[in-house]
């Protein structure tokens, strides 16, 4: 290759061991791989799986050996020395800067951006953006960049049971790899075979169009093409109001006025006459009765059934005196003088007086 920086990463990349495991043969049995992922579970630290029928066991010792991968060195990413990270944020980056953590690829240079996608892609095999950096993904190329010396086997072959293990989030991976340790258990049908396809294959067409769009995407975020292209995507804020225009707040009490005041448009409030039916009826029956009882008769004929109705305790003073004369005479001087003597009394006493008499009349 005539890019020194390229040279420099592929000779860092075949020094800390992952040759084999990235370079392998570019055939892939589907069927295969479908009855693998399907089946598999971990059991006692080993991948167990049943393919075509046939009981697949993978321990960390043979995946190890099918890859040639080292097993000496730091078992875990974290353990990966923060002096050597903050070195590597100068290495890769662009512009001299230490590049941050939590940016975009476009920070490294180009062949540290071509890392960072093998890394994401054939190592680490994680879902999301691959243009975003994270820190698992920029510890591993720290651990190449920098030639720290890992225990490859052992983090390769947890993620590899990651893939397997039910309700992870790891997704499934190492096709090439799966493929290839199956290809070498004795006795395994494997099925009709398919090559890989050649765009996912580093070759040299394949490393310059990667170099040509990442220079290409480079110069059009130095000139804030890339932001333009996208806002020019979005609707303007002018548009966005005309096209949706504002809804006016309408109260349900306001509605239900309006309704009722339609309705009594519609239907105006009738006024229903009273009917004269009856009139004649009550006529009739006025007449019959000053036919039987002349007007001149009956305001005396009234008074005399009302007084017979009473009994003598509602009758007023006058009204009894007026009852007892009327049923029988004066005929001794000691009534005229008990007549006399009842006329000068009060008539605040009247019910005093009622009761002297009740009393007398008795006696």
Same mark, same amino acid.
């Given at each position: 290759?005539?890019?020194?920086?390229?040279?420099?990463?592929?000779?860092?990349?075949?020094?800390?061991?992952?040759?084999?495991?990235?370079?392998?043969?570019?055939?892939i049995?589907?069927?295969?791989?479908?009855?693998f992922?399907e089946?598999?579970?971990?059991?006692?630290?080993?991948?167990?799986?049943?393919?075509?029928?046939?009981?697949?066991?993978?321990s960390?010792?043979?995946?190890?050996?099918?890859?040639?991968?080292?097993?000496?060195?730091?078992?875990?990413?974290?353990?990966?020395?923060?002096?050597?990270?903050?070195?590597?944020?100068?290495?890769?980056?662009?512009?001299?800067?230490?590049?941050?953590?939590?940016g975009?690829?476009?920070?490294?240079?180009?062949?540290?951006?071509?890392?960072?996608?093998?890394?994401?892609?054939?190592?680490?095999?994680?879902?999301?953006?691959?243009?975003?950096?994270?820190?698992?993904?920029?510890?591993?190329?720290?651990?190449?960049?920098?030639?720290?010396?890992?225990?490859?086997?052992?983090?390769?072959f947890?993620?590899?049971?990651?893939?397997?293990?039910?309700?992870?989030?790891?997704?499934?991976? +190492?096709?090439?790899?799966?493929?290839?340790?199956?290809a070498?258990? *004795?006795?395994?049908?494997?099925?009709?075979?398919?090559?890989?396809?050649?765009?996912?294959?580093?070759?040299k067409?394949?490393?310059?169009?990667?170099?040509?769009?990442?220079?290409?995407?480079?110069?059009?975020?130095?000139?804030?093409?890339?932001?333009?292209?996208?806002?020019?995507?979005?609707?303007?804020?002018?548009?966005?109001?005309?096209?949706?225009?504002?809804?006016?707040?309408?109260?349900?009490r306001?509605?239900?006025?309006?309704?009722?005041?339609?309705?009594?448009?519609?239907?105006?409030?009738?006024?229903?006459p009273?009917?004269?039916?009856?009139?004649?009826?009550?006529?009739?029956?006025?007449?019959? +009765?000053?036919?039987?009882?002349?007007?001149?008769?009956? *305001?005396?004929?009234?008074?005399?059934?009302?007084?017979?109705?009473?009994?003598?305790?509602?009758?007023?003073?006058?009204?009894?005196l007026?009852?007892?004369?009327?049923?029988?005479?004066?005929?001794?001087?000691?009534?005229?003088?008990y007549?006399?003597?009842?006329?000068?009394?009060?008539?605040?006493?009247?019910?005093?007086v009622?009761?002297?008499?009740?009393?007398?009349?008795?006696?």
């Open positions: 290759m005539d890019d020194q920086g390229m040279v420099s990463m592929f000779k860092s990349l075949m020094a800390s061991g992952l040759a084999v495991f990235l370079g392998c043969p570019a055939v049995y589907e069927d295969a791989l479908v009855d992922f089946n598999a579970s971990v059991r006692e630290d080993v991948v167990i799986s049943t393919v075509a029928g046939q009981l697949v066991e993978i960390e010792e043979w995946f190890a050996e099918s890859f040639e991968l080292p097993v000496d060195g730091l078992g875990d990413l974290l353990e990966i020395p923060k002096d050597a990270i903050f070195d590597a944020t100068s290495i890769v980056s662009l512009s001299g800067e230490p590049i941050s953590l939590s975009r690829k476009n920070q490294m240079k180009f062949e540290f951006r071509l890392l960072c996608d093998i890394m994401a892609k054939a190592i680490s095999v994680k879902a999301g953006s691959f243009n975003a950096i994270t820190v698992e993904k920029f510890s591993l190329i720290t651990a190449v960049v920098c030639s720290i010396r890992m225990n490859w086997a052992k983090i390769l947890s993620i590899f049971k990651k893939m397997v293990t039910p309700g992870s989030k790891q997704a499934k991976g +190492f096709a090439i790899q799966n493929c290839r340790l199956l070498n258990i *004795p006795n395994l049908e494997l099925g009709a075979s398919s090559e890989f396809p050649a765009s996912k294959i580093l070759t067409k394949t490393m310059h169009r990667f170099v040509s769009i990442n220079d290409r995407d480079g110069a059009e975020e130095a000139t804030g093409a890339i932001m333009q292209r996208a806002a020019s995507k979005k609707r303007p804020a002018a548009d966005v109001g005309a096209a949706v225009p504002k809804k006016k707040r309408t109260s349900k306001k509605l239900s006025l309006e309704t009722v005041v339609v309705a009594q448009e519609a239907v105006p409030i009738q006024s229903v009273v009917s004269t039916g009856l009139e004649p009826m009550v006529e009739d029956q006025q007449a019959e +009765f000053c036919t039987e009882q002349p007007a001149d008769e009956l *305001p005396a004929a009234r008074s005399a059934a009302s007084t017979e109705e009473r009994h003598w305790f509602d009758l007023s003073y006058d009204e009894l007026a009852k007892w004369a009327a049923e029988r005479p004066i005929t001794s001087p000691a009534e005229t003088r007549t006399r003597l009842q006329n000068t009394i009060h008539k605040g006493s009247e019910i005093c009622n009761k002297c008499v009740y009393a007398i009349h008795i006696k």
